[in-house]
């Protein structure tokens, strides 16, 4: 496991510490030809040979496995991504690099998850409590006030593409949070600071029917995370 950890240390701190957003640029425009990308592979090799105590003797495979795997990845990432799929290239190009990492570790020991320690009932009563704050709240919400619909918030909507729906989804998130640690007065906090930053749109807008239409979609959110919240913690406690 301490093998892991240090790889996976290295790779945080190649990727996302010691790699500028010029660097990524360099490399998203020149691609293979970038030097950038070159300059990034031979950092990712020194931090790994720091973590690794320069003891290639012992870990030269599990070193060479992930510094090729991490050139392959990149290049294939710069050769195939576009505008549109940049955010799933990064996120299916960190989960190759994480999947090498977990099988560089276990050449020297016998690392493995125990996938069986994930499907305790308070763990599956987690995920179904978050998959009911974040993607069926949403859908609920969005059946329930779509009967509104002020002409006002169609006028003049420049805000960015689905940003109320994920602002949404977090809110929840962190009223259901401070509900199972018992911290119910930050979602106090949370609701003023919410009004604040919603206080000018609806000044500026002088429209009442824009007004109820968040105002009920704001308590909606806020009543179904409360609501998701004490079940999860009842049914946990009994559990």
């Given amino acids: 496991m301490v093998l892991f950890l ?26 293979i030809k970038s030097v950038k990308l070159y300059f990034h592979i031979a950092i990712h090799a020194i931090l790994l040979l720091f973590f690794l105590q320069f003891n290639l003797k012992e870990y030269w495979l599990g070193f060479t496995i992930i ?3 991490h050139y392959i990845f990149d290049v294939l990432k710069l050769s195939f991504q ?9 996120f299916v190009d960190q989960f190759l690099h994480l999947i090498v990492l977990i099988f560089a570790a276990s050449l020297y020991s016998n690392f493995s998850f ?6 305790t009932s308070k763990i599956l009563l987690l995920l179904i409590a978050i998959f ?12 329930f006030i779509t009967q ?11 805000s960015l593409a689905k940003a109320g729906r994920y602002i949404g989804i977090l809110e929840r ?16 906090f949370l609701l003023a600071a919410k009004s604040v930053f919603r206080f ?32 999860y913690s009842y049914f946990v406690t009994i559990m």
């Fill in 114 to 119: 125990n996938f069986d320690a994930f499907f």
């Fill in 6 to 31: 240090k790889f996976l240390l290295a790779h945080i701190l190649g990727d996302f510490v010691f790699q500028s957003e010029k660097w990524v640029k360099d490399k998203e425009e020149k691609k």
């Fill in 148 to 158: 509104w619909n002020p002409e006002s918030k169609k006028e003049n909507d420049d």
């Fill in 67 to 69: 510094l090729i795997s």
């Fill in 82 to 90: 576009t505008k549109k799929n940049k955010r799933n290239w990064f």
């Fill in 173 to 188: 998130l962190f009223v259901f949070v401070f509900i199972i640690t018992n911290h119910w007065e930050a979602i106090g």
């Fill in 132 to 143: 009911l704050i974040t993607n069926v709240s949403s859908v609920i919400i969005k059946v």
């Fill in 200 to 231: 000018g749109d609806l000044t500026s807008s002088k429209d009442r029917k824009l007004t109820e239409y968040i105002l009920i979609g704001t308590l909606l959110s806020f009543g179904l995370a409360i609501i998701i919240g004490i079940l």
